[in-house]
């Protein structure tokens, strides 16, 4: 089992940064993956990024050049800093985990992006 808590979200300009915190516990030796999905109120969730372990990142194109996830293994942790942020960015964001072919999900962490 892997415990995942995420943190940094809230409410910024157009324009402005955020940076997302996912905490993880319990089971993290078997971690392989480590990412990002958000999900816009009356849409479907969908991936933004995820760090492989070894350090190779993916993004989806929606936010290239503006997302960057990094990771800390000592920490445990994942981060997603959102810089250049648009009104579309507004989505709950979930922190996931992939381990020994389960997904473990955060509970979320709202980002709204409004004048």
């Known amino acids: 089992q892997v415990q995942l808590v995420e943190s940094g979200g809230g409410l910024v300009q157009p324009g402005g940064s955020l940076r997302l915190s996912c905490a993880a516990s319990?089971?993290?030796?078997?971690?392989?993956?480590l990412g990002w999905y958000r999900q816009a109120p009356g849409k479907q969730r969908e991936w933004v990024a995820t760090i492989i372990r070894g350090g190779t990142t993916n993004y989806a194109d929606s936010v290239k050049g503006r997302f960057t996830i990094s990771g800390d293994n000592a920490k445990n942790t994942v981060w997603l800093q959102m810089n250049s942020l648009k009104f579309e960015d507004t989505a709950v964001y979930y922190c996931y985990a992939s381990s020994r072919g389960n997904v473990y999900w955060g509970q979320g962490t709202q980002v709204t992006v409004s004048s």
């Open positions: 319990g089971s993290i030796s078997a971690i392989n993956a």
